[in-house]
């Protein structure tokens, strides 16, 4: 295992979504039996990932996604209100994988691995791209853009719901990476003199909210046309 985002050691107690990283291509099937989430003393934490049994993966198999079921998040809910949150902030907890997990070619990873991470206050704000700060890199050069965002941003939404754009509305390719409450923006060229960072209504942190509510609210009627507006842009003069 190569990763796992978020990378922090501390998670908000109502994440919805998790991600695993390897370094290949690996065997889809039975993968959810091969990861379990742990308390600090070793006790399994059951009744909290939802049962995909061959895992959520992204197209080239590096990638595996795992959702906490929404019923231990949402406040209200029966499974919610009778079997508690899912994580409880605090607490610290284990995120294993077992050395039987195995690539597409059948090797096995070998050797167990796991994550230590604490769990902290519940997010349940919206994302306010208002709030978001950056450091702007010189014009004409390939510097990195780092943009402070505030909170642990889901790291496969941003790479497909946040992207750049120059000057007169051309995009300007770019590769983006999430570390801790930052987005990181490799530009695959050099800067132009004017910039803007698009975010897409559906771009979601690690706990499910996104630009448009909270994970937490139902958007219905009227409210559920916001999701089709354009895209918000942000223009990052030199």
Known sequence: MVSVHPASVVWPANILRFHLEFDRAMDPFDAAAHVQLM?????AVSGVLVDYPDGLWTADG???TLLMHPARIKRGVAAHEALGPALRPG???WLGVDPAMA??????IGREERFRF???????RRIDTSAWCWTRPKSGTSAPLRVETGRSLDNLSVRTAVFMMGESGVPHPASFQVTGEAIMVFPHSPWPDVIEIVVQPWLEDVCGNRPDGSFE??????DAAFCNLPMA?????P
């Open 62 to 64: 590096r990638i595996l």
């Open 103 to 108: 690539d597409l070619q059948g090797r096995k």
């Open 91 to 93: 607490a610290s907890y």
């Open 217 to 222: 609210q139902t958007i219905r009627g009227a």
């Open 118 to 124: 604490s769990a902290s206050e519940p997010e349940r």
């Open 233 to 237: 842009g942000m223009a990052i003069q």
């Open 39 to 43: 308390t600090d003393d070793g006790q």
